[in-house]
């Protein structure tokens, strides 16, 4: 079955510490990969996409996320965190059909 | 443009009872996903809807059943709740590219149901 993982259940970090979430994917065909945040008390949104192109793509607030395909992994990275970047962070995948989310990531950044 | 509206937003049924939840998509939007969303499970899909048809379903039972309307509009209905049919609900509206259906999804704030 189609699947996503996300490497971490929790991570804590310190403000200017750099972050990088795992996320890999078990479809072998064309995919569409997206990276949604879930701030506190407000509702998912996009951080980024990849649909074809550089794999190497960037989002707001300064995160960006790496494709690879050989590894089936779509990682996403910030090189300094903030305070406010804490929030539940979701990889998810859209094959052929329906988009399929990760289990998330919940981020803590300690001011 | 408007963002993707659920209501209620809140509501809190008892066991055996059944529910009803509605998603106004953003306009020009044409099809809707639904999800469920607990703390164990992460988001788990239940079905999606285009043109009022559905057109993909998850691993939900038959309890849980939705609908699209012509104006894009959808609803989802859980019957005889289950306590563990508490959880958050999300709607979401789809943004089709120039290919077809990017999957690029715009999320309402959720529809939280408590099953007591």
């Known amino acids: 079955a189609q699947s996503v993982s996300q490497h971490n259940h929790h991570v804590i970090l310190s403000e200017a510490a750099s972050l990088e979430l795992g996320c890999n994917y078990s479809y072998g065909g064309t995919v569409n990969l997206f990276w949604y945040v879930q701030y506190p008390g407000q509702h998912l949104q996009l951080l980024l996409k990849y649909f074809s192109g550089d794999p190497l793509v960037k989002g707001i607030k300064g995160f960006e996320a790496e494709f690879i395909k050989s590894k089936f992994s779509f990682n996403l990275r910030k090189p300094s965190v903030q305070w406010s970047d804490t929030a539940e962070y979701f990889c998810a995948v859209k094959p052929y059909d329906k988009v399929i989310f990760g289990p998330g990531t919940s981020l803590s950044v300690i001011p | 443009k408007a963002g993707v509206t659920q209501t209620p937003r809140y509501l809190i049924k008892t066991r055996g009872q059944q529910v009803t939840l509605s998603c106004s998509p953003i306009?020009?939007?044409?099809?809707v996903s639904w999800y469920q969303q607990t703390p164990g499970q992460g988001l788990q899909f239940l079905f999606e809807y285009f043109s009022e048809t559905q057109r993909n379903k998850g691993n939900f039972p038959g309890r849980f059943s939705g609908r699209q309307f012509s104006n894009s509009r959808s609803e989802m209905n859980v019957s005889t709740l289950e306590l563990g049919d508490s959880a958050l609900y999300l709607c979401?509206?789809?943004?089709?590219?120039?290919?077809?259906?990017?999957?690029?999804?715009?999320f309402g704030e959720g529809s939280r149901l408590t099953v007591l």
């Open positions: 306009s020009g939007h044409r099809s």
């Open positions: 979401a509206s789809i943004r089709t590219g120039g290919n077809g259906d990017t999957g690029e999804l715009f």
